[in-house]
């Protein structure tokens, strides 16, 4: 199984990249985020990559690093969520917009991912949050449950203010989980909210 190529780049698309090593060319496919970070065509490339065999096709699938590439193998273990998709949906978000939008069960995010509609996006977010235990994005991550920062109930009442403000919910946690992290558990949600929206106008 081929788990890593360096080489040369020869070509690339919409949504794949041939990596030359030694004169044979891998045509491999990426997401969005992996196929702006490779080289200009003709020079060096390395990309990790997952193998896909079927018996009627070998697929390779390039990351530019390991976390994009552990999300990937994540995502596909969620019903209706195949190797393209899973490439859709890292092309939209990144590995830490996607931990986050999991952490906020923020579905929407990931509707922007071709091939992904209200009821997959939903799927993903409720599938992964269970199988990716170890993501705590600050105080509002586990809603009743306090850890380092503010008490849920506070951020959780301050991402809220903040999605009422216009905000997506993702970005509201994510500067509030910073803001509480920063400020302690006992402050106020008023205070939360003003140095949330400090955190997102930054």
């Known amino acids: 199984m081929i788990a890593k190529l360096s080489g040369v780049l020869d070509s690339a698309g919409e949504d ?5 090593v030694g ?3 891998y045509r491999v496919f ?7 970070r490779l080289p200009p065509v003709g020079e060096p490339a390395s990309l990790l990559i997952e193998t896909h065999v079927r018996d009627d096709h070998i697929h390779l699938y390039g990351f530019m690093d390991d976390t994009e590439r552990d999300w990937f193998g994540l995502l596909l273990t969620v019903q209706g969520v195949g190797a393209r998709v899973a490439l859709g949906v890292l092309t939209v978000v990144t590995p830490v917009d996607l931990m986050q939008a999991i952490a906020a069960q923020d579905s929407a995010a990931l509707t922007r991912a071709e091939g992904v509609g209200r009821k997959l996006a939903a799927r993903i977010v409720n599938e992964l949050k269970d199988k ?5 994005l600050g105080p509002a991550a586990a809603p009743g449950a306090a850890a380092a920062g503010a008490p849920a109930e506070g951020a959780v009442d301050a991402i809220s203010a903040l999605v009422h403000l216009g905000y ?5 946690f994510g500067a509030v989980a910073h803001a509480a992290q920063r400020l302690g558990r006992d402050t106020p949600v008023s205070e939360l909210v003003r140095a949330g929206l400090q955190e997102l106008g930054s």
């Open 168 to 172: 997506g919910r993702s970005e509201a």
């Open 30 to 36: 990426c997401s969005g985020s992996t196929l702006g």
């Open 16 to 20: 794949w990249a041939v990596i030359d």
């Open 132 to 136: 990716a235990g170890g993501i705590v």
């Open 23 to 25: 004169g044979v060319g």
